[in-house]
């Protein structure tokens, strides 16, 4: 097999919880993360010159060393002495630092192909462990489902999954750095948590409209303050018939959960037309292991 492609799932978080700064600068955290059906599409073909090309459809998406798909297969070819080269060419849909994992995603396509078509028969715990070390979402983009993340957010746990749940997403036309988000939180002044485990009960119970209700991200207290189209967007999507409304990681989308297809197609249309945000109509994704 001389090439392959590989669909690099967005995520959403349905609760999230930021427990203490560490000493290596990073964060503990506590949050459920969800794959959702909106997905790049990574090609992967290997190529005799030992190199890494890497291309994508936007513009604004770095083709070069700074791609933190490129990153991926660089750790792949070095920890490999790898003697043939790959050519990444990604086709993005994900929209770009918005809080859904999209790089994240693309990383974890880069290791799951890579590994395919160098015949390394790395199991996916080993993937994992790789992708740690590239960011601390990918080891989920690995595995994908409904998870429960701690530590840096690489320790995952199944929780039973959120299965074709139909979702609308909200992204407003800005951009946020998650290192900017971590940097203004106050851990000592967030007054409202998510009871996780009561959220987990709530996912296995298939019980949306109570989930819906119960979502948390405390990542929250720092985006909607400088970015009041957060809050707006929320309040839209109930209007419009979410049981819950919610920013996924550092931001700035914002997504809604829907009863139906009905009711997430109506809520989709009536929110679209505003030029302010874009708007994708989605759904939860889970692959039968």
């Not at 990574?42 to 459809?57: G, N, T």
């Not at 999209?102 to 715990?125: I, P, T």
């Not at 409304?245 to 550092?250: K, L, R």
Request: net charge negative.
């Amino acid at each position: 097999m001389d090439s392959i492609c590989i669909k690099a799932r967005a995520k959403i978080n349905l609760a999230l919880d930021v427990l203490r700064k560490r000493e290596d600068g990073y964060h503990d955290v506590r949050m459920i993360m969800q794959s959702i059906s909106l997905h790049d599409d990574v090609f992967l073909s290997l190529i005799d010159e030992k190199s890494i090309r890497i291309s994508c459809d936007k513009v604004w998406v770095p083709s070069n060393s700074d791609n933190i798909a490129y990153k991926a297969a660089k750790v792949l070819m070095d920890k490999f002495d790898l003697q043939k080269g790959i050519d990444i060419k990604i086709v993005k849909n994900i929209p770009v630092a918005a809080g859904l994992a999209g790089g994240s995603a693309n990383a974890a396509a880069v290791l799951k192909g890579m590994n395919e078509l160098f015949s390394l028969n790395l199991e996916q715990e080993e993937l994992m462990q790789i992708g740690k070390t590239i960011g601390a979402d990918v080891p989920f983009c690995i595995k994908g489902g409904t998870m429960l993340a701690e530590g840096i957010g690489e320790i995952l746990s199944d929780i039973e999954p959120l299965k074709n749940v139909d979702i609308v997403l909200v992204k407003p036309k800005i951009s946020v750095s998650t290192a900017w988000v971590y940097k203004n939180l106050n851990i000592e002044k967030i007054v409202l948590r998510p009871d996780t485990d009561y959220i987990i009960g709530l996912i296995e119970k298939g019980d949306l409209q109570n989930l819906g209700r119960k979502m948390v991200n405390v990542l929250e207290t720092v985006t909607v303050k400088k970015y009041e189209i957060i809050n707006e967007i929320k309040e839209k999507l109930i209007k419009l018939g979410a049981f819950g409304s919610m920013m996924s990681g550092s931001g700035p989308t914002v997504f809604g959960i829907f009863e139906n297809k009905l009711t997430a197609q109506k809520a989709y249309e009536e929110i679209n037309n505003d030029d302010r945000w874009d708007c994708i109509l989605t759904e939860t994704f889970y692959e039968e292991r």
